[in-house]
Every structure is written in structure tokens, then in C-alpha cells.
């Protein structure tokens, strides 16, 4: 099982009951997706949805980051992206274009979070490819309570940063937004507050699987370098 399904399967394992419609509301037409963590990796996304629409980089106000999403995958404990709202907040993510059938993927992929809505004026965009008007449906997944857990003895894969920070690298190239890669890690939380698993193949030599791997370590050293500093090995 290659990296990019492997977070997939461990959600849907643990996170395979039934959805309220509170938690997953109608969406009808062409609507729009908040990416903050896997989903802003586009090989990621393509793992389930390979027909989306734009996908470009934007700004959301109102949204704090951070990493509190919990699951216990027959023990081994891992803790992914989550976002809470947060008016004193904000993020940079990624603007996903998508029609009703790919959200219902989407909900089944991300089934430990809830889909709510955004304003629109809460989306900065950095380019006038997509019109975001105020009747425009624009959605972002948020954790469940349920799957919150601060016990520090959840990690964080290593294989998931890359994932997510691997994706940040890839816009911040592709449409030339100045330190948008650095901007995925100071506006993320909780790097200090549990510790990092490498759980790369082949570690001592991560390029190998991981052709961003380096990129993304010296990210890490630059903006958050206890992240480094206190990573493990698996046992």
C-alpha cells in the first residue's frame, strides 16, 4: 500500500458510521472545497477524485489549524490535521472545485469530520481564475468531537507531513506564491505539543520514496525545528 491511500484506509476503518445530515449537508451543483492537510496535495485528492475541477491556493479567515485529529489503528495512535473555528484566526489551504457526486466521495473519504459551510468573504484568492460569489457553496471538513484527543502518546506520521507540506511545496511553485509552503507551517499548530513518527520507508535515505523529503525536512528546521529534533523511529 503506497503512502497516499494508506491515511484513506485508516479512516475509513475507524471512522465507518453512519453520518447525520447535520454533518454532512445537501449540496447540489458545482460547489467549491477548503484543503488544509492531504487534501492540498494534489496526488492525494486524485487518489479519490482524478476529474475536480480548479484546484488553486487561497487564504481562510476564521479557521485555526492545528494537529487533533485522533485514531487508534490497532494501537498504533496517529494524530492528523483538524481545523476548529477561530475568528482571531487564519490559514492557508487550498480552493477545490467539485460537483455534488465527488462530495459524496469526499464525505465517505473524510468520514471522522464534519462537511460545514464557509462565507465566501472569508476566502481570499490569489488569482481571478475562480469567482466566489456570496450565494457560491463553499464547504471544509471539521473534526467530530468524537475523534479529538489530546493524550500526547497520539504521533504524528511522518509520511502525512509529507503529504501535507509536500502538497504546500508543489502550489507555492506551481502558481508562484511567495513562502506559501512556509506559511502551511506557521499557520499549523500543536507541532510542539506531540511528537513526530518516521515513519518513511527507508529512512535513512527518504528520497528514495519521498522525492520531496529533503525539501520538506528543511522547511521543518527553518519554521518548526523541534519537529526534527524530537522525531522518532518506529520501533
Known sequence: MNLFNFTLVALSLCFSYAIGDDCR?????????????????????????????????????????????????????SAMLAVYQDESSSMNAVIIELDEKDIAVLDKRESGYCRKQVASNAVKLYSDAISLQTDTSIWIYVAKEA????????????????????????????????????????????????????????????WSYQPMAMKVDKLLEENAPNVIENRRFES
Not at 31 to 43: K, R, V
Not at 159 to 176: M, P, Q
Not at 195 to 200: P, S
Request: hydrophobic letters at 35%.
Open 25 to 77: 449537508p445537501e449540496s447540489h451543483g458545482k460547489s467549491f472545497l477548503i484543503g488544509y492537510g492531504s487534501l492540498m496535495n494534489e496526488q492525494s485528492l486524485n487518489t479519490s477524485i482524478k476529474d475536480h475541477g480548479a484546484f488553486e491556493p487561497v487564504e481562510v479567515k476564521g479557521f485555526r489549524r492545528s494537529f487533533d485529529f485522533t485514531y487508534n489503528l490497532y494501537g498504533l495512535k
Open 147 to 206: 475523534a479529538v484527543d489530546v493524550d500526547d502518546s497520539y504521533l504524528i506520521p511522518q509520511s502525512y507531513i509529507d503529504l501535507f507540506l509536500g502538497g504546500c511545496i508543489a502550489l507555492e511553485k506551481e502558481f508562484s506564491v511567495p513562502d506559501f509552503a512556509k506559511s502551511c507551517v506557521l499557520t499549523t499548530h500543536q507541532w510542539d505539543q506531540r511528537y513526530v513518527v518516521n515513519d518513511r520507508i527507508y529512512p535513512r535515505r527518504p
